[in-house]
């Protein structure tokens, strides 16, 4: 069984900087597909981000502003997230998984482990 674990998240005002962590644990084995995703207030949940061999994915609304960063080495990924807006207010999600298909990376059920989620709130 494999855990994921969350750190980072926080109030902070538009336009700065803030940075979510991801650390998996348990049978760890194998190549992770990971990914971040976020669910706005009201809203579904949706896609941020996604690391695929070697590959990055960003969804349109965080491209150019969120970096995702993953270290293999220690089952880590990282969320950095540059000129937050209002609208980025959310849950933040990790999730990962072994085994997904390029055309699912941008889909929240083709995931098998999550972490517990942190709470991302972006006001002046």
């Known amino acids: 069984q494999v855990q994921l674990a969350q750190s980072g998240g926080g109030l902070v005002q538009p336009g700065t900087f803030l940075s979510l962590s991801c650390v998996a644990s348990?049978?760890?084995?194998?190549?992770?597909?990971w990914a971040w995703f976020r669910q706005p207030p009201g809203k579904e949940r949706e896609f941020v981000a996604a690391?695929?061999?070697?590959?990055?994915y960003y969804s349109d609304s965080v491209k150019g502003r969120f970096s995702m960063i993953r270290n293999d080495a220690k089952d880590t990924v990282h969320l950095e997230m540059n000129n937050l807006k209002p609208e980025d207010t959310a849950v933040y999600y990790c999730?990962?998984?072994?085994?997904?298909?390029?055309?699912?990376?941008?889909?929240?059920?083709?995931?098998?482990?999550w972490g517990q989620g942190t709470q991302v709130s972006v006001s002046s």
């Open positions: 999730a990962a998984s072994s085994t997904i298909i390029l055309s699912s990376i941008r889909n929240g059920n083709a995931y098998r482990y």
């Open positions: 348990g049978n760890t084995a194998g190549r992770f597909t």
């Open positions: 690391a695929r061999s070697g590959h990055m």
